[in-house]
């Protein structure tokens, strides 16, 4: 799923694109992307592009009179810009925003349509979309640590709820705790003043890190290769690649559709970490330090 570096790397190469242009049409190719029917799409046919802001993991296009698409990419939704006169013709290929200048397309790689797009003509059903989540970069730290411990969380649930923080998933999570040195199970309300200013400046730190990396990498092209797996995160989708601070092999908890990364070593003081369901499988037999694991794969060579 884009997360806030992503989306804010989208948002800066749209607006060059789109700012003060007419959408001349909008192409709906999965009927269940398009989630609104009040008004019709056909109504931000004409409407120029105001501005373009993000609201948590939603991506909104201003239209002039008070009109507003909002879209939210979910787990495979990606976003690309196609010239003028773009024949859309794949299955993934969602919807397809036209301007004079060209064609924003929405695709969809998932046979779970799970994207949305909304047009909205009320600036309170717009602000229906916000989840509350707190603004990450905008945040002192009072103010993120009054969200975090606002309710009891393993951290991993915290970081990732849009009801706390804004715009974070699964892959900068990991990468957020690595950074701050912190287990993704350890329980919001145990945390101590150090350990809530390391979480918060990690935060800030490695969601900034990135989102100057993803500049970076893009250049003046638009973003098309927007993954949750980068190369050169510490953790993420890294499972049984040495951490590049310690070198002990990066483990995993693996539940629903995600899994949570970490080091051992860095983060839970070697102690590894067992999903309900596997702790249940193996019982006695689950290894409970990164020693004990290394010691049962010798014996096997």
């Not at 690309?80 to 397809?96: E, L, N, Y």
């Not at 893009?218 to 993954?227: C, L, N, Y």
Request: proline letters at 5%.
């Amino acid at each position: 799923m884009p997360e806030l570096p992503d989306l804010i790397v989208y948002q800066e190469a749209l607006e060059p694109h789109v700012l003060g242009k007419p959408i001349r049409s909008i192409r709906i190719l999965s009927p269940s992307l398009l989630r609104s029917f009040d008004p019709p799409i056909d109504a931000a046919s004409g409407r120029s592009v105001q501005k373009v802001t993000l609201l948590g993991k939603h991506l909104v296009l201003h239209l002039d009179r008070d009109l507003f698409l909002v879209l939210h990419l979910m787990i495979a939704g990606r976003l690309h810009w196609k010239p003028s006169g773009f024949q859309v013709k794949r299955k993934i290929d969602a919807a397809a925003i036209d301007f004079p200048d060209g064609t924003l397309l929405i695709t969809e790689a998932s046979s779970k349509k799970r994207a949305s797009l909304h047009l909205v003509a009320d600036k309170a059903l717009l602000l229906s979309f916000d989840k509350g989540g707190l603004d990450v970069f905008a945040s002192s730290f009072a103010d993120f640590r009054d969200a975090i411990q606002r309710g009891r969380h393993t951290l991993k649930r915290a970081l990732r709820d849009p009801t706390i923080l804004s715009g974070i998933g699964n892959a900068y999570s990991d990468e957020i705790l690595h950074h701050a040195r912190l287990s993704p199970l350890r329980q919001t309300h145990q945390l101590t003043e150090d350990e809530l200013r390391r979480l918060h400046s990690s935060t800030q730190t490695v969601l900034l890190e990135w989102t100057e990396k993803l500049r970076q990498a893009r250049k003046d092209a638009f973003p098309e290769k927007v993954t949750a797996f980068r190369e050169g995160m510490a953790v993420h989708g890294r499972f049984g690649e040495p951490c590049p601070e310690c070198g002990a092999r990066v483990q995993r908890i693996v539940y629903a559709e995600n899994e949570c990364n970490y080091c051992p070593r860095c983060q839970t003081g070697g102690r590894l970490l067992s999903d309900r369901s596997l702790a249940r499988l193996l019982k006695e037999d689950w290894p409970r330090t990164i020693e004990e694991l290394e010691s049962r794969e010798t014996e096997k060579t």
